[in-house]
């Protein structure tokens, strides 16, 4: 079997709570217990007794910068659950997320003769991540948090011109570690930072095909990969009604890594499109607002930049909103949007 290549799996729209997708992810200083849940886990411990919890949906028919150029269509699902409780100096959550990605793109292989056909690549992907955030006061204005996160990988690859899958794979369970810091200089006025460490899933894939009467064997250890993220934001509400939101995320480096999806057999097929898709770390800037409408009404805006990590595209812009409304205490539901040029994601949540 065949040592694997890197497969980058970092998207700068990665799942981060509905509310905190809403103001263009700029929660490294949200002082919102939700955010400790999926983001920084110094939120668990603001000072403040309290309990919260968080159900999300959400789908998006969206591509990274340069993927829509292969031909690839990809249509992805997420469900978040997940709840928190804190004393004021110290909190403890756990939550879960279950994503399922279907992707397919043109595929060229060149056969025995020497000719190019195309068919279809089909691959779904479950990933499931579970989470349980810890945090802690240090004293009064100043909580350090830490989340323990379990990650595990699985996927079907077939062809649209076999009647079969080619191939189902899982990866191994990995254990990775978020730390946060949150500091109050006043009420009105809160720095954050967190740092997610990078991680490594292996998952071997293995088969012996006949594709469009050529027979394919294939076999590889994917090497999975999620760069370090570092995360330095600013809250500031200057009325009562209005707050801003700024968050700056150093991405570490990816290698040379490539798609999971399109190219994860392009390579032993003879398909010359090929592109990697590796980058130094590079600087992802956020930015949100939050305008409280009425007392159970608000609303939230912002943005964000996506990188490319393909060497001759441009990166997205992201802008981002969504309106929540408080029915009752103990619920609260927002309904967001995620626009680039190119796509659209829609969340639904309550909380």
């Known amino acids: ?4 290549r890197e497969y980058d799996l970092y998207r700068s729209d990665y799942f981060k709570g509905a509310f905190c997708e809403a103001i263009g992810g700029a929660c490294a200083a949200d002082t919102d217990l939700v955010t400790a849940l999926f983001q920084n886990p110094a939120a668990l411990a603001t000072g403040k007794p309290d309990w919260d ?22 249509v992805e699902s997420v469900g978040v659950g997940g709840a ?31 000719n190019t056909q195309t068919t279809s690549l089909n691959t779904k ?20 948090g830490v989340t323990i996160k379990l990650d595990t990988h699985q996927q079907e690859i077939g062809f649209a ?13 990995v254990v990775s570690f978020t730390a946060g810091a949150l500091y109050d200089l006043n009420p009105d006025f809160s720095l954050g930072s967190w740092v997610r460490f990078p991680k490594t899933l292996q998952e071997p894939v293995s088969f012996d095909s006949t594709i469009l009467s050529t027979n394919i064997s294939y076999s590889e250890t994917f090497a999975l990969h999620y760069p370090l993220i570092w995360a330095t934001g600013v809250r500031y509400a200057f009325n009562p009604r209005w707050t801003v939101f700024g968050e700056t995320d150093l991405i570490g480096t990816t290698g040379d890594g490539y798609l999971l999806t399109y190219n994860t057999l392009s390579s032993q097929l003879g398909d010359l499109r090929l592109k990697p898709k590796g980058r130094y770390a590079v600087l992802e800037p956020h930015w949100g607002l939050r305008y409280q409408v009425t007392e159970k009404a608000t609303l939230h805006f912002g943005g964000y930049f996506e990188t490319s990590r393909w060497q001759d595209v441009a990166g997205l812009l992201h802008t981002t909103g969504g309106l929540s409304y408080k029915f009752a205490n103990f619920l609260e539901v927002i309904a967001g949007l995620d626009v680039t040029k190119s796509s659209t994601q829609i969340v639904f949540t309550f909380r």
């Open 84 to 114: 928190g409780y804190s004393t004021g100096s110290f909190g403890i959550g756990a939550s879960a997320s279950f994503q399922t990605a279907n992707f397919s793109a043109d595929l060229s292989i060149l056969d025995g003769s020497g």
């Open 161 to 173: 011109s076999s009647s079969t899958n080619l191939t189902s794979a899982k990866s191994n369970t």
């Open 125 to 144: 992907a479950k990933t499931n991540q579970y989470r349980v955030p810890i945090g802690f006061m240090i004293r009064p204005g100043f909580s350090l």
């Open 53 to 74: 919890f968080d159900g999300d949906l959400s789908k998006k028919f969206n591509l990274e910068p340069g993927l829509s150029s292969t031909g690839t269509q990809a």
């Open 1 to 4: 079997m065949a040592q694997a």
